[in-house]
Every structure is written in C-alpha cells, then in structure tokens.
T-cell receptor, first 113, second 112 residues
Framework: DGGITQSPKYLFRKEGQNVTLSCEQN?????MYWYRQDPGQGLRLIYY???????QKGDIAEGYSVSREKKESFPLTVTSAQKNPTAFYLC????????????FGPGTRLLVL | GENVEQHPSTLSVQEGDSAVIKCTYS??????FPWYKQELGKGPQLIID?????GEKKDQRIAVTLNKTAKHFSLHITETQPEDSAVYFC???????????FGTGTRLQVFP
C-alpha cells in the first residue's frame, strides 16, 4: 500500500518541550514538504527538502527544525521556541522530474497541554 | 512575491446545483494549477489540475478553466452532492520552483 504516512495522529506537548512529528513516504518521491494549517486557514510552508541531506526554510520556519537523512523520511521537530504550536501539521511529497503535483499525508494534530 | 487569491471563502448550494470557485494568481510565469479537496480532519487530496498549455480540463462532474491573459482559473462542480461538502484549495506554481502557492480555501456546503 503506497503513500504518505504521518504519526502520531494526535500529539500533546507540554510547556518547554520539543516534540517530533514523523513523515514517511514509499512513493520514491524526491521532494518533501511540511505545512502548518491553523483552524479555518490555508496552508503555510514550514520547511521543504528537494534531496537527501538538504532542506530549505519556508515562510514560517522559526521555532521548527527538520532533517532529511533518508529519501523516504522527513521528520519535523517543533521546538520550545515555537510559542504557538497548536495546529494541524501536514506533510507532502512529490517527484521532481517534470512538474508533478504534491501529495499529502493524513496530518498530525498538535495540542499544547 | 507570488500570491494566489481565492473567492468565495464560503459557498452554500442546494444538491444538484453547480458550484464555481475562482482563483487569481499574480506571477505571470506560473504554469501549473492544481485543485485540492480537504475533508474535515484529513489531508488535502488532489482532485484535478491544469497546465498553462491547456484552457480547460474536465473529469466527470468537475472541470477547471484557465484564462492566462487575466491570470484567473476556476473550479466548476456540476450536479453537486452532499459528499462534495469540504474545503477546496487552489494553488499555483512556476516551472522553475518546487513550491506551490496556495489560496486561502473555500468551504463548500451542499444541502440535501
């Protein structure tokens, strides 16, 4: 069963805590993306990676960090520096040959205790 | 920078009626325009896309039109059904970037 998986579905963060959201894809896609979605809002780009061991900041990278050690994995860490982390986080991926579209995972909802 | 405006923000229609959602983009070099449907608590799903060398594309009850001169593109849903109720996002990208620029979304409600 091919696709993009995100875990966990729900995640709770305590004050001052770092948390990591998982994103895995078995589509052999080169590029991967992280978006943040606030209630009733659109998608804002946090970070993206076009190739293993390389990534670029998106529009709202402050308070977040990523790594891309493997082609199929692109974890996102929400650090304690992110003061308003409550949101729905979406991971996406796409092939970079030609202008292919992005495909999204099911999302992780992060809540602050 | 690139900007995509989407209207309306909410749209209510009766089952069986048509629905139209419109987007305007700012970067004339944009050449790829996907549309996504997002159901509550789920990730967006691609429903149709169009490239700048085509003016219209249709897939069963949904169609997309593109006016490059006016920098407008629209999603048309005919014979709407309650299961069409969701948030719809348009997006645009240029051939030389890896980023999609998203509109702010339209919440479509189809009443039985």
């Amino acid at each position: 069963d091919g696709g993009i998986t995100q875990s966990p579905k729900y995640l709770f963060r305590k004050e001052g805590q770092n948390v990591t959201l998982s994103c895995e894809q078995n589509l052999n896609h080169d590029a991967m993306y992280w978006y943040r979605q606030d209630p009733g809002q659109g998608l804002r780009l946090i970070y993206y990676s076009q190739i293993v061991n390389d990534f670029q900041k998106g529009d709202i990278a402050e308070g977040y960090s990523v790594s891309r050690e493997k082609k199929e994995s692109f974890p996102l860490t929400v650090t304690s520096a992110q003061k308003n982390p409550t949101a729905f986080y979406l991971c996406a991926s796409r092939r970079t040959s030609g202008q292919e579209t992005q495909y999204f995972g099911p999302g992780t909802r992060l809540l602050v205790l | 920078g690139e900007n995509v405006e989407q209207h309306p923000s909410t749209l209510s229609v009766q089952e069986g009626d048509s629905a139209v959602i419109k987007c305007t983009y700012s970067d004339s070099a944009s050449n790829y325009f996907p549309w996504y449907k997002q159901e509550l608590g789920k990730g967006p799903q691609l429903i149709i896309d169009i490239r700048s060398n085509v003016g219209e594309k249709k897939d069963q009850r949904i169609a997309v039109t593109l006016n490059k001169t006016a920098k407008h593109f629209s999603l048309h849903i005919t014979e709407t059904q309650p299961e069409d109720s969701a948030v719809y996002f348009c997006a645009a990208s240029r051939w030389d970037t890896d980023k999609l620029i998203f509109g702010t979304g339209t919440r479509l409600q189809v009443f039985p």
